[in-house]
């Protein structure tokens, strides 16, 4: 914490990481080899969902 100017800060940038980590995983999915042109947003849909699939995640992105 004594790393960041404020809380404020060190939020954002865990916020910035979580994201982050959520753009890998739905990249990865998305990469994989698809059958069909639509596959990488299938993939990518599944990958996006895979990664919110962390309750700690969701409520730290997506706040009431």
């Known amino acids: ?6 809380k404020e800060a060190l939020f954002r940038a865990v916020l910035r ?14 990469t994989r080899e ?4 639509i596959d990488p947003l299938i993939l990518g849909r ?3 969902l ?3 699939n962390d309750s700690g995640r ?7």
Do not use: Q, R, W
């Not at 914490?1 to 404020?6: G, L, P, S, V």
């Not at 990481?17 to 998305?30: D, Q």
């Not at 698809?34 to 042109?37: E, I, R, S, V």
């Not at 969701?58 to 009431?64: A, C, F, G, T």
């Open 1 to 6: 914490y004594h790393n960041f100017a404020d």
């Open 17 to 30: 990481a979580e994201f982050g980590e959520v753009a890998k995983e739905i990249e990865t999915s998305a």
């Open 34 to 37: 698809p059958d069909t042109a």
């Open 46 to 48: 599944h990958g996006f």
């Open 50 to 52: 895979d990664a919110i």
């Open 58 to 64: 969701v409520s730290l992105m997506l706040p009431d």
